[in-house]
């Protein structure tokens, strides 16, 4: 049997992240993933082109210092991302070209406003619905938000979204940066840097505690651990069995969370078309809404793709659709924001990311009913030894591959200091 000082349950780059401090820190350690990889919504696949493509998180920015470090420590290379002023949106049936960026349509302000109610029970659609905007920057606003939280306005819970986004301390041009060999290489690295620390195909089924050691049940037999670092979502909390009366609360505790909906779906074109043209550098509609596309070209020429996102009511209705069909949706969304030359990309990669079985999808937030409390907070404060580290719970970027990296390292300095 393992014995091992500390053991994390997610090779995502939250558990990558904590397990690299934790051995730095003088730790012994074991990182147990699910899954045959590590990486979790960090995922590259090469394709017969040779490119590496990403079918998970991508993108980020120069303040993003924890991932910019790994990129450099790992000798991977950044490349910048192609941004051409100009934006196309589809709202309510109607085809709108913007000269800049899409304008800001003021809700962020609005929500941190002075004497805005922070604490505003409902969703993000009653909240919206009382700002008295008008319908463009309404339509605006619902597209933006379900893209990214991955779940239709009505089940957002404003408290939540707005805690999500009160941890942003910067959000310009976030989309700067990508990795030329991808981000699933730098997770497969950092994997690689942990040598026999890391196993494969190791789901944690059951966890619990006996004569002061976590006794945690994988495939390959169970492992002895002094305190744990669960890494990965809470709504994938539910299939380990918390045997012990102290984790008695955390049997039904992912039923506080929604797990976003997301498929994303990258375009290589043997040639940019669409420079030059209105569309700029991003096109979202509100037909379906939660879809947007964006020029994720290489900025210094070489990589010409767009890179699709159909979060929430879109990738449901695109849900148990064959590929093609849903390709097929997809072009037919694109066609009027980009004209017919979108309909020959020389490669797709397309990943449906709803209701995978360790990951969830993407962006978990609140589930209805919204309880008063956070149900964030207790794993935050994590118990007796048992600690929390997906990105969702940093005190920075929060969702984002940043926010992993830094709660990752954050839960590693708490067990360090001997919090
Ligand atoms: C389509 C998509 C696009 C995105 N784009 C961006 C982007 O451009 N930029 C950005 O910054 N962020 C982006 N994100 C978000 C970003 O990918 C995530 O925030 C980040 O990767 C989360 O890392 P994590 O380690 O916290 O969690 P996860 O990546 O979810 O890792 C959790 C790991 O735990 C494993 N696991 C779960 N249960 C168990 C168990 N019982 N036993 C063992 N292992 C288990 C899972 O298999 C997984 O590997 C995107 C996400 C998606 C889905």
Not at 37 to 60: L, S
Request: with cysteine.
């Amino acid at each position: 049997m393992t014995t091992v000082d500390v053991a994390i349950i997610g090779a995502g780059m939250s558990g990558l992240s904590a397990a690299l401090a934790l051995r730095e820190g003088g730790k012994s350690i074991l990182v147990l993933e699910a899954q045959d990889i590590p990486g979790g919504r960090v995922k590259t696949v090469t394709q017969p082109d040779g490119r590496a493509y990403e079918k998970g998180g991508q993108f980020f920015a120069h303040y993003m210092t924890h991932v910019c470090d790994l990129v450099a420590r790992y000798g991977l290379t950044r490349r910048k991302v192609r941004k051409m002023p100009g934006a196309v949106a589809i709202l309510n049936g109607q085809r709108i070209v913007f000269d800049g960026d899409y304008p800001e349509p003021g809700f962020f302000d609005l929500m941190f406003a002075d004497g805005a109610d922070g604490d505003f029970p409902g969703s993000l659609l009653d909240w919206a619905l009382q700002q008295g905007l008008d319908a463009q920057a309404l339509a605006q606003f619902k597209t933006g938000c379900e893209e990214i939280m991955g779940n239709p306005l009505s089940e957002l819970s404003f408290r939540s979204v707005r805690d999500t986004l009160g941890k942003f301390e910067r959000f310009d041009d976030s989309m700067e940066f990508a990795c030329v060999e991808g981000l699933g290489t730098l997770a497969g690295l950092m994997a690689r840097d942990l040598g026999p620390a890391f196993r494969a195909h190791a789901p944690v089924t059951a966890l619990d505690r006996r004569e002061g050691l976590f006794h945690l049940t994988t495939p390959q037999g169970t492992v002895l651990a002094r305190q744990v670092v669960f890494a990965a979502g809470p709504a994938v909390s539910g299939k380990v069995d918390w045997q012990a009366p102290q984790d008695a609360w955390l049997r039904d505790h992912s039923r506080h969370f929604l797990a976003g909906k997301m498929t994303k779906i990258v375009l290589r074109y043997d040639t940019a078309f669409w420079l030059g043209s209105d569309f700029g550098s991003a096109g979202q509609t509100d037909e379906p809404s939660d879809f947007s596309v964006m020029d994720a070209s290489d900025a210094d020429g070489g990589l010409d793709c767009l890179a699709a996102f159909c979060g929430g009511t879109a990738a449901m209705m695109m849900k148990g659709l064959a590929e093609d069909k849903v390709l097929s949706r997809v072009m037919d969304i694109l066609e009027p924001m980009l004209g017919p030359m979108v309909r020959d990309p020389v490669n797709v990669v397309l990943t449906d990311w709803s209701d995978h079985p360790w990951v969830r999808g993407g962006y978990d937030t609140w589930a209805r009913p919204w309880a008063k409390s956070d149900p964030w907070a207790p794993l935050r404060e994590g118990r007796e030894g048992l600690h929390f580290a997906v990105s969702e719970l940093a005190a920075e970027y929060p969702g984002l591959i940043e926010g992993a990296c830094r709660r990752g390292r954050e839960v590693a300095g708490r067990i360090l200091s001997g919090i």
